[in-house]
């Protein structure tokens, strides 16, 4: 081996520190910095949730986040020291979510994300912060369905794949036709176009939707489940969960929470509740 110059030694140890001084620059502009565990020490926090569901988490045509989860999510990442600029909000569809938590995608989701026992087996739940229960939406005109018993007549009813309502069909209503999509809004427009009879869901989504088309659509029946929506984080970070019912807790003693309903559930004729008390 020819032996090295010191020129050429020269140019290998200023390449070297060039290489790691760029290094952990290129990693935050791969990585959107630290967006793993709260504290607020970190550039920017990854939430997840809907981005198709008016009054709760939709994306907006100019790009910006609106509805009661997104909110909610916005003033937890707050408490944990993330300001509204440094949330990147990704997309959770029902079926994604708990794949989203434990490959570390997100920090945290709010996504009407109901706590549900198999799936606090996969993921741990902060909260709830809201409970609802599941309903139908119909087309205005239609008169044939008032509830979920008249569904038994082979109505043809869509749900989310991945959902508790999509479940709780398939568990208590075998004479129903279920039609599973990946999002609720491609629901809504098959039952538009008369593809579906039906679309079934909590009532808060239902209500989201009908808001968003005045005259189109009507909510029939009472609600026949309840369901308790959490934050969902990973199974084993009990002190994020901790922070999380801890801001969840301030947000409602402060009326901040009820200003977030009555912004975005109070136009579709929603009357706030009282916030439910969290889990131990």
Do not use: H
Request: a negative charge.
């Amino acid at each position: 081996m020819a032996p090295i110059s010191q020129k050429s030694l020269s140019k290998r140890v200023l390449g070297a520190a060039a290489l790691a001084i760029a290094l952990p620059f290129a990693a935050v502009a791969c990585g959107g910095g630290d967006s793993g565990g709260g504290g607020g020490d970190g550039d920017s926090i990854v939430i997840g949730t809907k981005f198709d569901q008016p009054g709760l988490g939709m994306q907006n045509p100019d790009g910006t986040m609106s509805g009661f989860d997104v909110d909610v999510a916005t003033y937890v990442a707050g408490e944990l020291g993330y300001t509204p600029e440094q949330i990147e909000w990704k997309e959770a569809p029902s079926a994604q979510r708990e794949n989203l938590i434990q490959n570390g995608q997100v920090s945290f989701i709010a996504a009407t994300y109901s706590i549900t026992d198999a799936r606090k087996e996969k993921v741990a739940f902060a909260g709830p912060y809201l409970i609802t229960g599941q309903s139908l939406l119909v087309n205005a005109d239609n008169t044939d369905i008032t509830g979920a018993a008249s569904l038994e007549n082979n109505k043809i009813l869509c749900s989310v794949s991945g959902s508790t309502p999509a479940q709780k069909i398939k568990d208590e209503y075998a004479g129903v036709q279920l039609q599973q999509y990946d999002t609720y809004s491609a629901c809504i427009e098959a039952l538009r176009n008369g593809a579906v009879d039906a679309v079934t869901t909590d009532e808060v989504i239902l209500a989201g939707y009908a808001a968003q088309s005045p005259g189109d659509f009507k909510i029939v029946g009472e609600p026949f489940s309840e369901e308790r929506y959490g934050i969902g984080l990973k199974l084993d970070d009990a002190e994020m969960r901790t922070q999380i019912n801890d801001a969840l807790t301030k947000m409602e003693e402060s009326g901040a929470w009820k200003e977030a309903f009555d912004k975005n559930l109070g136009p579709a004729g929603i009357t706030a509740p009282a916030p439910p008390p969290l889990d131990n």
